[in-house]
């Protein structure tokens, strides 16, 4: 089945305790972007990737970092969360290098204490 | 940079109304899409539209492109209660094509 894994789909953690978030596709997209979704300001962009080794910020990619060693993986890397980062993240892919049609992974649920 | 803006915020109406989300970007767009969140999901594509002045419809729903591509319309006639959820609309700058920023979802209860 095509899909986009993320995982954990749920983690609480203390500030400054760093984490990765994993996400990986099975379609063979060259595309891959993370956002955050909060209460009233819809879904924003931390960072995409068009291929491997091609990663570039979002609009809101403070306190974020990413790697795209693989072509099915991108990992979203938060070296010392804060509780500003609580909230819902999603993974997607599409195919192409540029973002068309997005497949979202079921999302990942950070709570930073 | 890019915004999109999405009214209303929230929606409810009596099961058998009709819907409607309105989708307004500050920067005119290569393309608009729509997404549909059911609640406790993930957003799930629904449909692009590319031209300006495009009109799409998925049985009960209806999309449409403004004709300066800066605007976009859902409607839904006759909600029933599989409706539910959030509605998305994503747009890709004419510049950019690596970019697509989200509008800011209208959250829709329909009552049974």
């Known amino acids: 089945e095509a899909q986009v894994t993320q995982n954990p789909r749920y983690l609480i953690t203390v500030t400054g305790k760093k984490l990765t978030v994993t996400c990986s596709q099975n379609?063979?997209?060259?595309?891959m972007s993370w956002y955050r979704q909060d209460p009233g300001l819809g879904l924003r962009q931390i960072y995409y990737s068009m291929n491997v080794e091609v990663t570039d910020k979002g609009d809101v990619p403070e306190g974020y970092k990413v790697s795209r060693k693989e072509k099915r993986n991108f990992p979203l890397i938060l070296e010392s969360p804060s509780p500003n980062q609580t909230s819902l993240y999603f993974c997607?892919?599409?195919?192409?290098?540029?973002?068309?049609?997005?497949?979202f992974g079921a999302g990942s649920r950070l709570t930073v204490l | 940079g890019q915004q999109v803006m999405q009214i209303p915020q929230y929606q409810h109406v009596q099961e058998g109304e009709d819907f409607t989300t309105y989708c307004n970007s500050s920067?005119?767009?290569?393309?608009i899409q729509w997404y549909k969140q059911r609640p406790g999901g993930h957003p799930v594509f629904l449909i692009q539209?590319?031209?300006?002045?495009e009109v799409k419809k998925q049985k009960r729903l209806t999309f449409q492109f403004g004709e300066a591509k800066k605007n976009s319309s859902l409607h839904i006639t006759a909600t029933q209660t599989t409706d539910v959820g959030t509605y998305f609309c994503a747009g890709r700058n004419s510049g950019g094509y690596q970019k697509v920023t989200f509008g800011t979802g209208t959250k829709l209860q329909v009552i049974p």
């Open positions: 920067t005119t767009l290569s393309n």
């Open positions: 997607a892919s599409s195919p192409g290098n540029s973002a068309g049609v997005l497949t």
């Open positions: 379609m063979n997209h060259e595309y």
């Open positions: 539209l590319v031209k300006s002045g």
